[in-house]
């Protein structure tokens, strides 16, 4: 099997060669930190080696679990925030069908979020879509009470029990939550829910490769075990001693660098849709990671070419402080060569009998160069073709490198104080009980 691919050469031009190849130091002491749990955050290292330390017992609960809610269910609903339902989401778009949504396919369900978001009329036209469906529920929850996913969890419970009765519908419900504690513990407990267990040395960001994202994706019908080796693979690729041939030491190394010369905003490219929920699962691991102590790279994504007749005039001609990751696809799926046409009225028969791809491909290098001349880095990351082993491999890669960027930066990249912030004020403007003193403080300052 091939590995994915870093090419580094369109960014080292900007920066001293010389200082760059200190960085294999840097990041091997912060490595060191990681491996030995001696740096912030170190008791929330339990991904860092969890791909080979998943069980095929518990990989076999997984899927014994998928296949019978596969044969109960037109449609399965992931309830979920953050990291919850980000890294199952990017994985099923990867590689679902871009329009399996209008199809009705008995043997892969299809896979609908919810708890992700406070919107009544996104809950209200779901609800009303599932009426006449068979469905189930996967609810990921480590509290039970984080609001989004709990008040999602209410409606689509008690629309459960209504049509099919409490019994039947504890059936069509699974838990993924924490092994003793918290409110959705309790209701496993109570309503003898199936459930999977939420390591306390796992964060959301973190837990693709747990239950937590392995169960909607083993749902949707794609191989966990090919995910799983994938990650495998790039666990034992980034233990490489050599820094020319480790690209997760690599990609943490160029972006520090890249940012010590005030490129501040990193923009992750792709030129295939089914990559977009990548790119947001990726904005959440790394802004949520990074972004603290009034440090870190601020995560954007871009779809070209889509957005080249967009975004694609800022990025060549707007403020020079961001440089571009892009993620390439070296083989698609299927093969659409371009017709030829015998009025020629658009000039593109110079085009016809080729593929698509190719064009895509030439649109690719002659964005990258545009950008280089404009001024902007570009770090090209080759994923061989869109299919679970790779995506393991790109999930890790992530990962891994987030986690010693992060400690390049000097902060804790496995915490989020920030995001305590509006709930706060949200519990406060609420009234909810215990909040009266926060309550009366925000109510005086909007009145002042």
């Known amino acids: 099997m091939k590995n994915i691919q870093i090419d580094l050469k369109n960014a080292l031009s900007f920066i001293n060669q010389n200082d760059f190849k200190n960085y294999d130091k840097q990041v091997n002491n912060q490595v060191k930190k990681l491996e ?32 019978r809610l596969r044969s109960i269910s037109e449609i399965i609903v992931v309830i979920g ?44 036209e779901l609800l009303d879509f599932l009426k006449d469906k068979n469905y189930s529920i996967i609810v990921i929850s480590k509290s039970g009470t984080t609001t989004e996913p709990a008040i999602a969890f209410r409606l ?68 966990i075990e090919e995910l799983i080796e994938g990650a495998i693979s790039m666990l034992n690729l980034s233990q490489n001693n050599s820094f020319d041939e480790n690209p997760v030491h690599q990609y943490a190394a160029i972006r520090h660098a890249l940012y010590s010369k005030n490129k501040t905003i990193e923009i992750l490219a792709n030129y295939n849709p089914k990559l977009n929920s990548i790119a947001e ?107 679970e082993y790779y995506l393991g491999q790109l999930l890790y890669f992530f990962e891994k490198s987030c986690a010693i960027s992060g400690y390049l930066l000097g902060i804790n990249p496995f915490d989020q104080p920030g995001v305590e912030a509006y709930k706060e004020n949200m519990f406060a403007l609420l009234e909810k009980p215990g909040f009266e003193e926060e309550s009366n403080s925000i109510k005086k300052k909007l009145n002042s």
């Open 36 to 67: 030995n749990k001696t740096g912030k955050g170190s008791d929330f290292l339990g991904w860092l080696n969890l791909p080979e330390n998943i069980s095929k017992d518990q990989i076999a609960d997984i899927n014994e679990t998928a296949k």
């Open 156 to 223: 689509f419970r008690k629309d459960l029990e209504k049509r099919f009765g409490n019994k039947e519908a504890s059936n069509r419900i699974v838990a993924i939550t924490d092994a003793t504690k918290g409110a959705l513990r309790e209701m496993v407990d109570q309503e003898n829910y199936k459930s999977f267990l939420i390591d306390d040395d796992i964060g959301g960001r973190y837990s693709v490769l747990t239950p937590v994202g392995l169960l909607p994706i083993a749902c949707a019908g794609f191989n």
């Open 81 to 124: 925030i953050g990291g919850s339902y980000l890294g199952a989401k990017s994985v099923i778009d990867g590689l679902s069908g871009q329009f399996n949504h209008l199809k009705h396919d008995k043997n892969n369900p299809q896979t609908l979020f919810a708890g992700q978001n406070l919107s009544e009329d996104y809950h209200y």
């Open 281 to 387: 699962w990726w904005k959440q691991l790394f802004g949520e990671s990074e972004g603290k102590e009034n440090k870190g790279i601020f995560p954007a994504s871009v779809n070209f070419t889509t957005d080249l007749h967009s975004m694609g005039q800022y990025v060549q001609e707007g403020l020079r402080n961001i440089f571009e990751t892009v993620i390439s696809v070296e083989k698609t799926k299927f093969s659409l060569n371009i017709p030829s046409d015998n009025d020629n009225y658009d000039g593109l028969n110079f085009l016809a009998g080729k593929p698509i791809d190719f064009v895509n491909k030439m649109a690719e290098l002659g964005t990258t160069l545009a950008h280089i001349d404009g001024n902007v880095p570009n770090i090209k990351i080759t994923i061989p073709e869109l299919n």
